[in-house]
C-alpha cells in the first residue's frame, strides 16, 4: 500500500497564493454555522447493532485555528472547517435541524411534526429524532414528512422516521413534488437504473474511497466527511403530489405553500413557504455553494436557467416577507435582506453560467474552451455561497453545452474518434515509451500537473501493468488533486492517484440502489431494470424468444403484466398476453426478485410462495443472458 505523499513546493505555493482570490476575512459563516446549536452530536455514533456510522474523530484536525495545509485548497480547507458544526440547531421558533452530512429539518407545528428531508440513512435519521426528543422533551406524534426532491439523500432515511403503515394507512401523507409516477421514477430512475455506474462514479468524486486525512478526503462540501462509512437506505414513495406552483397544505395545523421547481438540482424539486414562521426553503436550489449543472457522478443534465428562474420566482413570491432561509444541506441565512442578498446572487451565479456559456457556443467556442475561460464577475464570484463547494463552473459550464447542443463539442474529429486504448497505443508506437516517461517526469518537476496527467495516459491506456508510468501519473493526479478548490474534483483525482499505485478501492463503496428501493419500484420501472440487465447481443444470438405472464398481487386488484424478449430486446406492457410459457404470481417485492435474480429463480419460487404455471425453464435460459454488474469496474484504466 503506498501512502499518500506531500505537497510539492509547486503546489504549496499554489495553494498559499490562492487565499488571494478569496473573502478570508469574511467569516461570518463560522458564526452562522453554529447560531442556535443545541446539541452536538456524539463523537461516534453506531446503529442499533454496533455499526459505527459517523466518526467525529476522523475529522477532529479540522479546527477553526488550523493552518490550511498545503495539500488543501485554502477555500476548501475554511468550508470544511464551518462543516464541523454539527449537531441539533434551533433555526428558529418551531424550525429545528438535526445536521449530519445530509440534514433532517423538523417543523415543530402546533398539531405536530412535520419532516422536511430525512437525510440519507434510516439509523442517523432515527437517531436525529431522538436526539431532538431528547434535547427539546417534544413528544409530538410527526404528523406529515415533505420530500423536497427525488435524491436519496433527501428520503433514504424515511424509515427512520415513521412506519411505512401509517403511509399506507392514509395516517401520514407524505408530500413531494411532480406526479407520484413522476417523482418514483426519477427518485428510482436515477438512483436504481443507473445505479452501479453512478456507485462507482460517487465512490470518486465524493472521496469516499480516500482515508480521512489532509492527503485525503477533507469534506464534501456540502457536508462534512466524518459520516457515510456506512448506509442503509429506504424508500417510501410519496402520496401526496405537489404539481403547480401555490398549491397549499395543512400540515400539523400550519399552512405550507409550495413553488412547483423541475428541471433544476434535481428532475423533481420544489421550494416551500412556512407563512406562520415567515421561513423559507428552496430546496437544493439554494445553497452554500454553487450546485451541479452536470454532477459528475453522473445523472441528467441540469438546466441552470431554471435555476435562476425559480429562485426569482420565489423573490417575487416571497422576498417581501422571508425571515429566515433554511436548506437540506448547509446552514440557514437569517434576516430579510441578507435571504434576498443570497437568493439574488446565487440566481445572478446560475443566470451568468447559463448566459456566458450560450454566449460563447454562439461564438463558436467548444464547450472545453468556453470553461476554460470563463470565470464569475468579481462581486458574486467573490461571495462564499458561491463559490464552487459541489458544482465546478468548469464542468458546469460545459454541462451548459451539454443540455443545449448535446454531447457533441462540434469538433469532427470527436465524432469517431479511436478508443482511448487504440489512441494511446499509437500514441506509444509513435513517441516512444521513454520519451513520453522523461516528458510526464520533467512535466511534474516543473509543476505542469495537467499536462503530465495527459501525456502519461497514453503509457497507462498502452498497458495498465505499466508500473513506472502509473506511478508519475498517480504522483501527477495527486498534486492537482490538493490543488483543486472543487472537493469532487479534489476526490477523483485522489481516487485515481490511490488506485494507480494500489489497484481498484473496495473499501467505502457506497451503493444507491439498495434492495428497498428496487422492491418499491413501480412495475413499469421494474421491468426497465430488468431491461438493462438483458444482455441483448447474447440474447439475440442465442435466439432467445420467450414470453412470461406476472400477476402481481397483493396491492388492491392484481396487476397483470406480461413481459417479452425477443431479437436481444426485452419489452413488457399491462396485462397479460396469450403463447405465454410460464405465468408467475405473487407479491411485486417476491416477483422482482425473481425478475432480477432469474437464476435462483427455482429457489426463490418454492421460498416466496410464488405461483407458478407452465415452464419454469425459460427463467433458466433467461438466466444465461442476464449480466451482473461489477461495482469495481476500472476507471482509472481500460
Ligand atoms: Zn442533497
Request: with cysteine; net charge negative.
Given at each position: 500500500m503506498?501512502?499518500?505523499?506531500?505537497?510539492?513546493?509547486?503546489?504549496?505555493?499554489?495553494?498559499r497564493?490562492?487565499?488571494a482570490?478569496?473573502?478570508?476575512?469574511?467569516?461570518?459563516?463560522?458564526t452562522?454555522a453554529?447560531?442556535?446549536?443545541?446539541?452536538?452530536?456524539?463523537?461516534k455514533?453506531?446503529?442499533?447493532?454496533?455499526?459505527?456510522?459517523?466518526?467525529?474523530?476522523?475529522?477532529?484536525?479540522?479546527?477553526?485555528?488550523?493552518?490550511?495545509?498545503?495539500?488543501?485548497?485554502?477555500?476548501?480547507?475554511?468550508?470544511?472547517?464551518?462543516?464541523?458544526?454539527?449537531?441539533?440547531?434551533?433555526?428558529?421558533?418551531g424550525?429545528?435541524?438535526?445536521?449530519?452530512?445530509?440534514?433532517?429539518?423538523?417543523?415543530?407545528?402546533?398539531?405536530?411534526?412535520?419532516?422536511?428531508?430525512?437525510?440519507?440513512?434510516?439509523?442517523?435519521?432515527?437517531?436525529?429524532m431522538d436526539?431532538?426528543r431528547?434535547?427539546?422533551?417534544?413528544?409530538?406524534?410527526?404528523?406529515a414528512?415533505?420530500?423536497?426532491?427525488?435524491?436519496?439523500?433527501?428520503?433514504?432515511?424515511?424509515?427512520?422516521?415513521?412506519?411505512?403503515?401509517?403511509?399506507?394507512?392514509?395516517?401520514?401523507?407524505?408530500?413531494?413534488p411532480?406526479?407520484?409516477?413522476?417523482?418514483n421514477?426519477?427518485?428510482?430512475?436515477?438512483?436504481?437504473?443507473?445505479?452501479?455506474?453512478?456507485?462507482?462514479?460517487?465512490?470518486?468524486?465524493?472521496?469516499?474511497?480516500?482515508?480521512?486525512?489532509?492527503?485525503?478526503?477533507?469534506?464534501?462540501?456540502?457536508?462534512?466527511?466524518?459520516?457515510?462509512?456506512?448506509?442503509?437506505?429506504?424508500y417510501?414513495?410519496?402520496?401526496?403530489?405537489?404539481?403547480?406552483?401555490?398549491?397549499?397544505?395543512?400540515?400539523?395545523?400550519?399552512?405550507?405553500?409550495?413553488?412547483?421547481a423541475?428541471?433544476?438540482?434535481?428532475?423533481e424539486?420544489?421550494?416551500?413557504?412556512?407563512?406562520?414562521?415567515?421561513?423559507?426553503?428552496?430546496?437544493?436550489?439554494?445553497?452554500?455553494?454553487?450546485?451541479?449543472?452536470?454532477t459528475?457522478?453522473?445523472?441528467?443534465?441540469?438546466?441552470?436557467?431554471?435555476?435562476?428562474?425559480?429562485?426569482?420566482?420565489?423573490?417575487?413570491?416571497?422576498?417581501?416577507?422571508?425571515?429566515?432561509?433554511?436548506?437540506?444541506?448547509?446552514?440557514?441565512?437569517?434576516?430579510?435582506?441578507?435571504?434576498?442578498?443570497?437568493?439574488?446572487?446565487?440566481?445572478?451565479?446560475?443566470?451568468?453560467?447559463?448566459?456566458?456559456?450560450?454566449?460563447?457556443?454562439?461564438?463558436?467556442?467548444?464547450?472545453?474552451?468556453a470553461?476554460?475561460?470563463?470565470?464569475?464577475?468579481?462581486?458574486?464570484?467573490?461571495?462564499?455561497?458561491?463559490?464552487?463547494?459541489?458544482?465546478?463552473?468548469?464542468?458546469?459550464?460545459?454541462?451548459?453545452?451539454?443540455?443545449?447542443?448535446?454531447?457533441?463539442?462540434g469538433?469532427?474529429?470527436?465524432?469517431?474518434?479511436?478508443?482511448?486504448?487504440?489512441?494511446?497505443?499509437?500514441?506509444?508506437?509513435?513517441?516512444?515509451?521513454?520519451?513520453?516517461?522523461?516528458?510526464?517526469?520533467?512535466?511534474?518537476?516543473?509543476?505542469?500537473?495537467?499536462?503530465?496527467?495527459?501525456?502519461?495516459?497514453?503509457?497507462?491506456?498502452?498497458?495498465?501493468?505499466?508500473?513506472?508510468a502509473?506511478?508519475l501519473?498517480?504522483?501527477?493526479?495527486?498534486?492537482?488533486?490538493?490543488?483543486?478548490?472543487?472537493?469532487?474534483?479534489?476526490?477523483?483525482?485522489?481516487?485515481?492517484?490511490?488506485?494507480?499505485?494500489?489497484?481498484?478501492?473496495?473499501?467505502?463503496?457506497?451503493?444507491t440502489?439498495?434492495?428497498?428501493?428496487?422492491?418499491?419500484?413501480?412495475i413499469?420501472?421494474?421491468?426497465?431494470?430488468?431491461?438493462?440487465?438483458?444482455?441483448?447481443?447474447?440474447?439475440?444470438?442465442?435466439?432467445?424468444?420467450?414470453?412470461?405472464?406476472?400477476?402481481?398481487?397483493?396491492?388492491?386488484d392484481?396487476?397483470?403484466?406480461?413481459?417479452?424478449?425477443r431479437?436481444?430486446?426485452?419489452?413488457?406492457?399491462?396485462?397479460?398476453?396469450?403463447?405465454?410459457?410460464?405465468?408467475?404470481?405473487?407479491?411485486?417485492?417476491?416477483?422482482?426478485?425473481?425478475?432480477?435474480?432469474?437464476?435462483?429463480?427455482?429457489?426463490?419460487?418454492?421460498?416466496l410462495?410464488?405461483?407458478?404455471?407452465?415452464?419454469?425453464?425459460?427463467?433458466?435460459?433467461?438466466?444465461?443472458?442476464?449480466?451482473?454488474f461489477?461495482?469495481?469496474?476500472?476507471?482509472i484504466?481500460?
Amino acid at each position: 500500500m503506498t501512502e499518500p505523499k506531500d505537497a510539492t513546493p509547486v503546489t504549496a505555493e499554489i495553494n498559499r497564493a490562492a487565499v488571494a482570490k478569496y473573502a478570508m476575512n469574511d467569516r461570518t459563516d463560522f458564526t452562522d454555522a453554529e447560531r442556535g446549536l443545541i446539541a452536538e452530536l456524539p463523537e461516534k455514533m453506531y446503529t442499533k447493532d454496533g455499526q459505527l456510522m459517523r466518526d467525529g474523530s476522523l475529522t477532529s484536525y479540522i479546527t477553526d485555528d488550523a493552518p490550511c495545509p498545503d495539500t488543501v485548497n485554502p477555500a476548501l480547507w475554511r468550508q470544511s472547517q464551518v462543516l464541523r458544526r454539527q449537531g441539533l440547531f434551533k433555526v428558529v421558533d418551531g424550525l429545528y435541524q438535526v445536521r449530519i452530512v445530509m440534514q433532517v429539518t423538523i417543523v415543530d407545528a402546533p398539531d405536530g411534526l412535520v419532516i422536511i428531508d430525512t437525510g440519507d440513512n434510516v439509523d442517523l435519521a432515527e437517531a436525529s429524532m431522538d436526539l431532538f426528543r431528547k434535547e427539546t422533551g417534544n413528544e409530538k406524534p410527526v404528523v406529515a414528512v415533505i420530500y423536497t426532491h427525488t435524491h436519496f439523500d433527501h428520503y433514504g432515511g424515511v424509515k427512520g422516521i415513521i412506519d411505512e403503515a401509517d403511509v399506507l394507512s392514509g395516517k401520514i401523507p407524505i408530500v413531494a413534488p411532480g406526479t407520484i409516477e413522476s417523482f418514483n421514477k426519477h427518485a428510482i430512475g436515477e438512483n436504481v437504473i443507473t445505479g452501479n455506474a453512478m456507485s462507482r462514479r460517487m465512490g470518486y468524486t465524493f472521496g469516499v474511497l480516500l482515508p480521512r486525512c489532509d492527503c485525503g478526503l477533507v469534506s464534501v462540501g456540502l457536508g462534512s466527511a466524518d459520516a457515510g462509512m456506512y448506509t442503509n437506505f429506504s424508500y417510501i414513495p410519496p402520496t401526496d403530489p405537489v404539481t403547480k406552483t401555490g398549491e397549499k397544505r395543512m400540515l400539523g395545523g400550519w399552512e405550507f405553500e409550495f413553488l412547483y421547481a423541475p428541471d433544476t438540482e434535481a428532475p423533481e424539486e420544489m421550494h416551500i413557504w412556512i407563512p406562520a414562521i415567515n421561513a423559507l426553503t428552496c430546496a437544493e436550489n439554494a445553497n452554500h455553494a454553487m450546485h451541479n449543472i452536470q454532477t459528475i457522478r453522473g445523472a441528467r443534465t441540469r438546466d441552470a436557467r431554471n435555476f435562476a428562474r425559480y429562485l426569482d420566482e420565489t423573490l417575487v413570491r416571497w422576498g417581501d416577507k422571508v425571515e429566515v432561509h433554511f436548506g437540506p444541506h448547509t446552514w440557514p441565512v437569517w434576516g430579510n435582506e441578507k435571504v434576498i442578498q443570497f437568493l439574488e446572487d446565487q440566481r445572478d451565479m446560475y443566470k451568468f453560467i447559463y448566459d456566458q456559456s450560450l454566449r460563447l457556443a454562439n461564438q463558436g467556442l467548444t464547450p472545453l474552451e468556453a470553461a476554460e475561460i470563463l470565470d464569475l464577475p468579481q462581486d458574486i464570484g467573490k461571495k462564499w455561497y458561491n463559490r464552487y463547494y459541489h458544482g465546478g463552473l468548469h464542468h458546469n459550464v460545459r454541462a451548459v453545452f451539454h443540455k443545449e447542443l448535446g454531447f457533441w463539442d462540434g469538433d469532427p474529429a470527436t465524432i469517431l474518434p479511436l478508443l482511448p486504448a487504440d489512441n494511446a497505443k499509437r500514441h506509444t508506437d509513435l513517441i516512444g515509451r521513454d520519451k513520453i516517461l522523461a516528458t510526464g517526469r520533467a512535466a511534474i518537476d516543473e509543476g505542469d500537473y495537467r499536462w503530465a496527467v495527459q501525456i502519461l495516459h497514453h503509457l497507462v491506456f498502452t498497458d495498465p501493468d505499466d508500473s513506472e508510468a502509473r506511478d508519475l501519473q498517480a504522483d501527477a493526479y495527486e498534486q492537482l488533486g490538493y490543488q483543486q478548490e472543487v472537493p469532487q474534483y479534489r476526490g477523483l483525482f485522489l481516487c485515481a492517484a490511490k488506485e494507480l499505485r494500489n489497484g481498484v478501492a473496495t473499501e467505502g463503496q457506497l451503493n444507491t440502489d439498495s434492495l428497498d428501493t428496487i422492491l418499491a419500484m413501480p412495475i413499469d420501472l421494474l421491468f426497465d431494470f430488468a431491461g438493462v440487465h438483458l444482455n441483448g447481443p447474447a440474447a439475440d444470438s442465442a435466439g432467445l424468444a420467450i414470453r412470461v405472464n406476472w400477476t402481481f398481487t397483493g396491492t388492491g386488484d392484481d396487476q397483470p403484466w406480461t413481459m417479452w424478449i425477443r431479437g436481444g430486446v426485452l419489452n413488457a406492457r399491462p396485462g397479460h398476453a396469450k403463447g405465454a410459457q410460464l405465468t408467475l404470481a405473487s407479491s411485486k417485492p417476491a416477483l422482482a426478485q425473481v425478475l432480477l435474480n432469474p437464476s435462483n429463480a427455482t429457489e426463490l419460487i418454492s421460498q416466496l410462495d410464488v405461483d407458478a404455471e407452465g415452464d419454469t425453464g425459460v427463467l433458466t435460459e433467461l438466466a444465461k443472458v442476464t449480466d451482473t454488474f461489477d461495482p469495481h469496474f476500472n476507471l482509472i484504466t481500460p
